[in-house]
């Protein structure tokens, strides 16, 4: 099963892909040929085919980027979806499986010294279901001193604690659209698209218009 963090670089991968195609966009619209007959482009001089050029690539460069916006929105769903999953799989984990409401009932009533040695005392004989009882209770009462201690002679425990803090510093309250916004660049007007034509490659049916 893929951790968090495992998840987290998967798909922020995919993500980072999708922000850093837009700083290319306007370029990329420069490129973009004018769809005209050969008898309008005769007549169109420099400065008025890349005007016309311009207005097309804004239009294309504008959906492009509503296009990577919506994919990434959807795999920051995914993202999220994902996470979820492997936090109930964890909780699965970490749940007793066979314990009564006496067990639970003592455990919450222990102090923690107790619990911690009843923890280690259940861990040593093999009881595998009663160590997750005491190490249950001390969570939810936020025993720390407990927690920490069974994080270090559990070294699975550990790993699954160090999971659950991880999902806890994404900024969930944050849309996803919104932080594609916040590393997206900017959509690209047709000035900046402009002066993406004067770096970008000519296709050949352009090419060809020029030596008419």
């Not at 109930?88 to 749940?95: G, S």
């Not at 009663?130 to 001390?138: K, P, T």
């Not at 919104?178 to 590393?183: Q, S, T, Y």
């Amino acid at each position: 099963m893929a951790t968090i963090h495992e998840i987290k670089v998967s798909y922020g991968e995919e993500q980072f892909r999708l922000l850093n195609a837009t700083f290319d966009i306007a370029v990329a619209a420069g490129a973009i040929d004018a769809e005209l007959s050969d008898a309008v482009r005769d007549r169109l001089d420099a400065q008025s085919d890349k005007n016309v050029r311009a207005a097309q690539g804004f239009i294309w460069g504008r959906e492009e980027r509503q296009r990577l916006k919506d994919e990434f929105v959807e795999i920051d769903l995914r993202l999220r979806e994902a996470i979820d999953i492997r936090l109930e799989e964890i909780e699965a984990e970490l749940a007793p499986k066979n314990a009564s409401f006496a067990d639970y009932a003592a455990a919450a009533a222990a102090p923690a010294a107790a619990l911690q040695a009843a923890m280690d005392a259940a861990l040593q004989a093999g009881d595998e279901d009663a160590g997750l009882v005491a190490f249950q209770a001390a969570r939810n009462r936020d025993l720390e001193m407990v927690v920490a201690h069974a994080a270090t002679v559990r070294e699975r425990w550990g790993g699954l604690l160090a999971e659950l803090a991880e999902a806890d510093t994404d900024n969930i309250d944050m849309e996803p659209g919104d932080k594609f916004e916040l590393g997206a660049q900017k959509t690209p007007t047709q000035q900046d698209i402009k002066n993406g034509i004067l770096s970008a490659p000519q296709t050949n049916a352009n090419v060809l218009g020029r030596m008419r």
